[in-house]
């Protein structure tokens, strides 16, 4: 849950998809989805 939180709050600050990606050991499409369901 902390990674998803980190995400979030990445997000909200401007950082790229590609970039949170890559610090998770994830996919840019895997960040925009949880972003996504998050913010619902």
């Not at 990674?3 to 610090?23: F, H, M, N, Y």
């Amino acid at each position: 849950m902390d990674a998803v939180k980190g995400i979030i709050e990445r997000r909200e600050q401007g950082e790229t998809l590609s970039s949170i990606a890559e610090d998770h050991d994830v996919s840019p499409g895997s960040v925009s989805r949880i972003h996504d369901r998050w913010i619902e």
